[in-house]
């Protein structure tokens, strides 16, 4: 089984960065963001594969970066330019099937329990 565990999660003003952080155990296919904002279903954010394939949500293309470190297990996710509507808890996700990478839950077997992201205006 793998364990997922999200950090770097905090209170920011709109316009600045924060980077999150998720440690995983094991091997992992495809990692991905998520995130829940309060009122709304979940979204996905960005997802990467073990190649160094990217894909990102359309509204996050050019503000948010994923990324990994090998050598640490971890999956990071850089959010620049934050906006109120950012406002969410963000959770990481991990699979090591080989599916191909996409920003669809179901796709991902094992979640951390989320950091919360809270933008003020």
Partial sequence: EVHVVES???SVQAGGSLRLSCVYSGSAYN???FRRAPGKGREGVAGLRHDGRKTYADSMKGRFTISKDNAKNTLYLQMNSLKPEDTAMYYCAVD???LSLSLVAEKYKYWGQGTQVTVSS
């Fill in 8 to 10: 770097g999660g905090g």
């Fill in 31 to 33: 990692m991905a963001w």
């Fill in 96 to 98: 090591e099937r080989v």
